[in-house]
């Protein structure tokens, strides 16, 4: 499997502030490259579980008795963590968004790059994919996805024109669907806009902020005080729910103050964000959107 490498590895797994006898967690394996850099800073009883809901990751576990795979969606962190006898970890990496490896398979339907059934599914044993939204969902609940997920400005026109097509044909393949908004696509502008009809897309077919924030808010619940939350955001959707966490531990409003005024919040920001370097985003443009932060379990 051809994965890419691991956006700001280095830093990323820097920020877990890793103790060699400590029980790690990488909820987003992929291609396992953080996961190596992980094993190779952990001593003889360390741990380190990862886990992947695309069985197509399963073919890069890694044959290290330190480590353990599971084949699940980052949501359900606590109860698979449980399910094998672990109540709370030293710290959790997370690089959201899709993996270099998803991209660059045509037939997956995520990069606008390639003729495709429309799919983008990272779960494949589900049936609810892109097809479904794009034909299936009302024209209020597709302009509300092209809104909020993908931020576009003619979400409406985009979402009544797809309306209109799909009663004389169904809208099958990523060909199909750029033609029927081809008016929204000004050459000089195309590739964009594309870009964002498909994030807004995938993020509903995969439910990826819900996941987010389940996850998060049990990152407080497993790491142990004192441990360690290092996350890659790669759109400013999901930098601002890992923002708004680690800040508030909430995703909206302000957290609850005690006898003395001061907000009880579970997490405290370590640095600054960090972006990747000019010579990463050289090396790998796709490392050129992302975001990393940092935060200790207080």
């Given at each position: 499997m051809e994965y890419h490498n691991p956006v700001l590895l280095k830093e990323t797994v820097e920020g877990l502030n890793i103790k060699p006898d400590g029980v790690y967690v990488d909820v987003t394996f992929g291609g396992g490259g953080h996961s190596r850099e992980i094993l190779k800073r952990l001593g003889p009883t360390g741990k380190l579980i990862a886990f992947d809901q695309d069985k197509d990751a399963l073919q890069n576990a890694i044959d290290d008795t330190r480590f353990l795979l599971?084949?699940?969606?980052?949501?359900?962190?606590?109860?698979?963590?449980?399910?094998?006898?672990?109540?709370?970890?030293?710290g959790i990496l997370g690089d959201f968004g899709v993996s270099s490896h998803q991209?660059?398979?045509?037939?997956?339907?995520?990069s606008t790059r390639f003729e495709a059934d429309l799919d983008m599914r990272m779960n494949r044993d589900t049936n609810f994919s892109a097809y479904t939204v794009v034909n299936k969902y009302e024209e209020a609940q597709l302009r509300n996805v092209l809104s909020n997920y993908?931020?576009?400005?003619?979400?409406?026109?985009?979402?009544?024109?797809?309306?209109?097509?799909?009663?004389?044909?169904?809208?099958?393949?990523?060909?199909?669907?750029?033609?029927?908004?081809?008016?929204?696509?000004p050459a000089h502008k195309e590739n964009k806009i594309?870009?964002?009809?498909?994030?807004?897309?995938?993020?509903?077919?995969?439910?990826?902020?819900e996941a987010l924030k389940e996850f998060l808010l049990q990152t407080n619940e497993v790491l142990k005080p004192g441990g360690r939350l290092s996350l890659i955001s790669y759109h400013s959707l999901e930098d601002r729910l890992v923002k708004r966490y680690i800040r508030n531990g909430l995703f909206e409003g302000e957290p609850e103050k005690d006898a003395f005024g001061h907000f009880e919040v579970p997490f405290k920001a370590v640095g600054k964000f960090i972006i990747p370097s000019k010579e990463e985003i050289k090396q790998n443009n796709r490392a050129r959107s992302a975001k990393l932060r940092i935060a200790e379990k207080i």
């Open positions: 599971i084949n699940q969606n980052f949501r359900f962190l606590k109860r698979f963590l449980r399910f094998h006898g672990f109540r709370t970890v030293d991209f660059d398979v045509a037939e997956r339907g995520f993908g931020e576009l400005r003619s979400a409406a026109g985009m979402a009544r024109v797809i309306v209109e097509a799909r009663q004389t044909e169904k809208i099958k393949t990523s060909e199909q669907l750029k033609k029927v908004l081809s008016r929204f696509l594309l870009a964002q009809i498909y994030q807004a897309i995938r993020i509903e077919v995969n439910q990826e902020l």
